[in-house]
């Protein structure tokens, strides 16, 4: 890929080698993590080649849009409002923030004990070697947690970023009508970065292109539920992760096309595991592209993962924007409901979150859940101590891992793991 | 103290032996870093009695109040809007939170990973060994930091915990009328508590009661503007801590005792140590009794702290609540501006603490900035990235130090503190 592209990155102000370095590594995982999977879907061919041009062929894509006069907005958060992005004819995408690749770039600047994802993401854009940030032209931040927040303030020094608030108690009046606010603000100013007016037909035309793709990663979501499943759990993981990446209407057409052949799949009984394979959630922190760390340890391990209960998860695609009227109030509002049901740990309290939990837990008929949490993430660490005292109550086993992107500890968890699974063997026996 | 008020702690449900041991390392650290000080004014013979009697009489204080029908509202922050309180005849009081004594108790529970404030006060609430929770008939919890946030749903199974949101971009108008809505909505929940309606007139006298014992505390730090420092700054950041336990009335009347003494001693030259002591800013995290490591190791390396840009310090007392009229709305709005002054780092982007910073190591002489953090507070941790970026600007030395409550480190912090003191030796010889 890197010679037919170089002189595109070098418009982009990449680190032409660093960034070879980066392919290189990233490269030779997914041939490892990813590819060497057995039993794979055929049509998983779409997303494998997707991987294969992430920092290629999407990027030209992303820059003939700019050329054309549209404009790219980055993010890293379910919480930036994609809908008002589209009805302004702009595109989001999100931004690297996955890899240890970046780790050490940021650590000069940053604490160490920052959350893995923070110092990644902002390590991206100090080295230049994620060409999403380098086509981006705003960053849209979110208050979704004290890490993030503040590092927005430093990558502004950057790329101009622009920080929407998010309340965190959800079922207030005051607090919805807050966010509704905040909505309008944001929608101020996406119609200043495009010079667009964002019309109540736009936003329902956006409103009704990412409901598709929220309805078509549900559809995915709800095989999955099947025994035995028809597509691993770390298939599944990265699918939701190439939505944040991909054009949004091919992306929901070929999520359609997979699930045709993974209904067939499911008639014909043909899983990627055996039937009695323990089945299992992960639960937690975010996964960005390349974090495929403990999907691929725990299916490696014998394990199906078969929900992600998670913003790279269900939390993205579980509720659609309804309006309940056609004026621009109650597509706003209708955004705010949605979004104030997203049941992200930054919430307090969270109860919906615990419900989701053991409501996707029958749903996904699974044996045990890994909570999985980012290394000093405090919102889904601390919020660990409930879910494992509600999944306690419900007799139902869970391992929490709380790691970062590098992998040192891979050993260690591919044992505690394994402990894990022998413990629901155990269950099961009795 | 013990068995005097052996009786009253048990009818708290206080665990009488744990409790025991706290009260002798308290008294051993107290002896140790606060009264082996040379040359303290006299008038800090009232306030080494209150924290002599801090678990005693000032808790039969508090108990005497609620057998009168009053009730107690516990809080770990200043954005806990006291002056609501006191307007329906309750008393707030400081929760404990600042030793290492309680932490392993907690981390029974919580995440390792969480700063040690949090982990601490839970543990107090967990192994009952702090007489101010068991004296709450409330706690006040608020949306300052993630880690808070999230214990406040733990610590609310243990004790009735209410959390005020306050919003994080200060100085938007969405997020101004957000925080007055919240205002309310606690002052009918503090009314709910009482029993008692929060008139204009009660509400007056409490903003006048808060802002008497602000002033006094501003007063009290003024002085410590001048060469030599009058009071050392262990017993300047003592005062500050005991502004939080003790009764408001009778604090603000000794501090402005010991405020005529200071400056006296100004008026004959007479200070705390030579006048050409190196003088430090103390800028970060909050400091809860009896957090003395960093000012305690500082001034026995032969420097003198002018002030604590913390919140147990200038954050508490620099603004005051003032009123532009005189109804209901106008004394919240008087509120909600005054709080939203507070530069915490929980606000983005929060320039008013860079600036404060400035303008303190102006006003304080001070020769270097300690920038202390508690491990894992991501807020001023990352924060602390900006801070030093603005001093560095400004030819200002800053040594960062992130810490947690154990005495392990400090040894090493004592050599970077000496080690600092010599850096600025050294640029004042040039």
Same mark, same amino acid.
């Given at each position: 890929?890197?010679?037919?592209?170089?002189?595109?990155?070098? *418009?982009?102000?990449?680190?032409?080698? !660093?960034?070879?370095? %980066? @392919? /290189?590594? #990233?490269?030779?995982? =997914?041939?490892?993590? &990813?590819?060497?999977?057995?039993?794979?879907?055929?049509?998983?061919?779409?997303?494998?080649?997707?991987?294969?041009?992430?920092?290629?062929?999407?990027?030209?894509?992303?820059?003939?849009?700019?050329?054309?006069?549209?404009?790219?907005?980055?993010?890293?958060?379910?919480?930036?409002?994609?809908?008002?992005?589209?009805?302004?004819?702009?595109?989001?995408?999100?931004?690297?923030?996955?890899?240890?690749?970046?780790?050490?770039?940021?650590?000069?600047?940053?604490?160490?004990?920052?959350?893995?994802?923070?110092?990644?993401?902002?390590?991206?854009?100090?080295?230049?070697?994620?060409?999403?940030?380098?086509?981006?032209?705003?960053?849209?931040?979110? *208050?979704?947690?004290?890490?993030?927040? !503040?590092?927005?303030? %430093? @990558? /502004?020094? #950057?790329?101009?970023? =622009?920080?929407?608030? &998010?309340?965190?108690?959800?079922?207030?009046?005051?607090?919805?009508?807050?966010?509704?606010?905040?909505?309008?603000?944001?929608?101020?100013?996406?119609?200043?970065?495009?010079?667009?007016?964002?019309?109540?037909?736009?936003?329902?035309?956006?409103?009704?292109?990412?409901?598709?793709?929220?309805?078509?990663?549900?559809?995915?979501?709800?095989?999955?539920?099947?025994?035995?499943?028809?597509?691993?759990?770390?298939?599944?993981?990265?699918?939701?992760?190439?939505?944040?990446?991909?054009?949004?209407?091919?992306?929901?057409?070929?999520?359609?096309?997979?699930?045709?052949?993974?209904?067939?799949?499911?008639?014909?009984?043909?899983?990627?595991?055996?039937?009695?394979?323990?089945?299992?959630?992960?639960?937690?922190?975010?996964?960005?592209?390349?974090?495929?760390?403990?999907?691929?340890?725990?299916?490696?391990?014998?394990?199906?993962?078969?929900?992600?209960?998670?913003?790279?998860?269900?939390?993205?695609?579980?509720?659609?924007?309804?309006?309940?009227?056609?004026?621009?109030?109650?597509?706003?509002?209708?955004?705010?409901?949605?979004?104030?049901?997203?049941?992200?740990?930054?919430?307090?309290?969270?109860?919906?979150?615990?419900?989701?939990?053991?409501?996707?837990?029958?749903?996904?008929?699974?044996?045990?859940?890994?909570?999985?949490?980012?290394?000093?993430?405090?919102?889904?660490?601390?919020?660990?101590?409930?879910?494992?005292?509600?999944?306690?109550?419900?007799?139902?086993?869970?391992?929490?891992?709380?790691?970062?992107?590098?992998?040192?500890?891979?050993?260690?968890?591919?044992?505690?793991?394994?402990?894990?699974?022998?413990?629901?063997?155990?269950?099961?026996?009795?």
């Amino acid at each position: 890929m890197a010679e037919k592209y170089v002189e595109m990155w070098k *418009t982009l102000d990449m680190d032409i080698e !660093k960034h070879n370095q %980066l @392919l /290189n590594g #990233l490269g030779q995982y =997914y041939t490892s993590a &990813v590819l060497s999977q057995k039993n794979r879907p055929k049509k998983m061919d779409y997303f494998d080649f997707v991987v294969s041009e992430v920092h290629g062929l999407r990027i030209k894509e992303l820059n003939d849009l700019r050329k054309a006069g549209k404009k790219v907005v980055g993010a890293f958060c379910i919480y930036a409002p994609e809908e008002i992005v589209y009805a302004a004819d702009a595109t989001m995408v999100g931004l690297c923030g996955g890899a240890d690749f970046s780790v050490p770039d940021a650590e000069v600047v940053l604490p160490r004990s920052l959350c893995p994802l923070i110092k990644s993401f902002y390590g991206f854009k100090l080295n230049r070697t994620c060409p999403y940030f380098q086509s981006s032209d705003l960053v849209v931040g979110e *208050t979704t947690c004290d890490g993030k927040k !503040k590092v927005y303030e %430093l @990558l /502004n020094k #950057l790329v101009p970023t =622009y920080v929407i608030e &998010v309340p965190h108690k959800p079922d207030t009046q005051q607090g919805k009508e807050f966010w509704l606010k905040e909505l309008k603000a944001f929608k101020a100013e996406i119609e200043k970065l495009t010079g667009k007016e964002i019309t109540t037909e736009k936003l329902n035309q956006a409103i009704e292109l990412i409901n598709d793709k929220r309805r078509a990663l549900r559809r995915l979501s709800d095989l999955r539920a099947n025994s035995p499943a028809p597509i691993s759990g770390l298939d599944g993981l990265l699918i939701n992760q190439i939505g944040f990446m991909d054009d949004v209407r091919r992306f929901t057409v070929k999520v359609n096309d997979l699930c045709d052949e993974l209904e067939q799949r499911v008639i014909d009984n043909e899983g990627v595991a055996k039937e009695d394979a323990p089945r299992l959630m992960i639960s937690g922190s975010p996964m960005a592209v390349p974090n495929w760390k403990v999907h691929s340890i725990a299916e490696e391990s014998g394990a199906t993962v078969t929900v992600e209960e998670s913003c790279v998860g269900t939390r993205y695609f579980t509720d659609l924007v309804e309006p309940k009227g056609t004026t621009m109030k109650d597509l706003l509002w209708a955004i705010d409901e949605k979004y104030s049901k997203i049941p992200c740990a930054c919430f307090t309290p969270n109860d919906r979150r615990i419900d989701s939990i053991k409501q996707l837990a029958k749903q996904f008929k699974v044996d045990g859940v890994i909570y999985y949490t980012l290394q000093n993430c405090h919102d889904y660490n601390v919020e660990g101590v409930k879910v494992e005292r509600a999944l306690k109550a419900q007799d139902l086993p869970m391992l929490k891992i709380e790691t970062d992107y590098a992998m040192g500890d891979s050993a260690q968890i591919k044992t505690r793991i394994e402990a894990f699974l022998e413990i629901i063997q155990g269950k099961r026996e009795h």
